[in-house]
């Protein structure tokens, strides 16, 4: 009677239940399963959370260091989202405290109508930073992007790293696997959905950081060394 009031579709759902579902013992294997699963994926989070936080401070308690490195976070109307505009703000009260001499703005600019760099470069400039120590990277296509060729190709050994606090022990950990010695300011901001989707997307995200860290591969462009950082901190040891 009861297969019957389920009609044809609730029969074929009950048919296509996994194998074993029907038995306690075949259950208690798939939630087991399920639970590994899930441990799994949550690994490289607990991973960057444990070996990382103590890194991240704020703008008044992280240590000085010669470089900031703010890494981009999407354009509105070709400036700055909300969310890199407060990346960038954290960047600035850092420089105006002297407790960093250049700044490295690392983003995307993969097409002629899409240049985060100098978006970036434009508001730090426009707010009183002088342009030679704004400089651009414009293949920061991903976080690893950003922090390998902050070293490699702009010769940073020792930065401090600004995002929001859900992005910010990820960079911390490939900038450290790049080769760059570092502390994080991790930027608050209200918990909206767009915080929300940053935290459930460093699940993923956590995943390939834990691979990069282990493969350590070259970035999608490498090219030529830059010297702006090398010019910028020049300029800073003249006054």
């Given at each position: 009677m009861i297969m019957?009031?389920?009609?044809?579709?609730?029969?074929?759902?009950?048919?296509?239940?996994?194998?074993?579902?029907g038995s306690r013992r075949g259950q208690r294997r798939?939630?087991?399963?399920?639970?590994?699963?899930?441990?799994?994926?949550?690994?490289?989070?607990?991973?960057?959370?444990?070996?990382?936080s103590h890194k991240i401070g704020t703008v008044q308690s992280v240590p000085a260091?010669?470089?900031?490195?703010?890494?981009?976070?999407?354009?509105?109307?070709g400036k700055p989202s909300p969310y890199?505009?407060?990346?960038?703000?954290?960047?600035?009260?850092?420089?105006?405290?002297?407790?960093v001499q250049a700044i490295l703005v690392t983003g995307d600019n993969g097409t002629v109508e899409y240049d985060e760099t100098d978006a970036m470069r434009t508001y730090l400039i426009e707010r009183g930073v002088p342009e030679i120590r704004v400089v651009g990277d414009y293949a920061g296509f991903d976080t690893w992007d950003s922090c390998t060729r902050a070293h490699r190709i702009f010769g940073v050994d020792k930065a401090v790293?600004?995002?929001?606090?859900?992005?910010?022990?990820?960079?911390?950990?490939?900038?450290?696997?790049?080769?760059?010695?570092?502390?994080?300011?991790?930027?608050e901001e209200w918990h909206d959905t767009t915080w929300h989707y940053g935290e459930v997307?460093?699940?993923?995200?956590?995943?390939?950081?834990?691979?990069?860290?282990?493969?350590?591969?070259?970035?999608?462009?490498?090219?030529?060394?830059?010297?702006?950082?090398?010019?910028?901190?020049?300029?800073?040891?003249?006054?």
């Open positions: 019957q009031g389920l009609g044809r579709r609730g029969r074929w759902l009950l048919k296509r239940r996994p194998p074993g579902w798939w939630f087991q399963a399920l639970l590994a699963c899930s441990v799994l994926a949550l690994t490289p989070n607990a991973w960057l959370f444990v070996t990382q260091s010669p470089v900031a490195i703010v890494f981009g976070a999407g354009l509105m109307n890199l505009a407060h990346r960038l703000d954290a960047a600035l009260e850092l420089y105006r405290a002297n407790k790293l600004i995002s929001q606090t859900f992005h910010v022990r990820r960079a911390l950990a490939l900038c450290r696997a790049a080769g760059i010695e570092s502390s994080g300011v991790g930027v997307r460093e699940i993923g995200s956590a995943a390939k950081a834990f691979l990069n860290v282990l493969v350590r591969p070259d970035p999608t462009l490498l090219g030529r060394h830059e010297d702006g950082v090398e010019r910028a901190l020049a300029d800073a040891a003249r006054g």
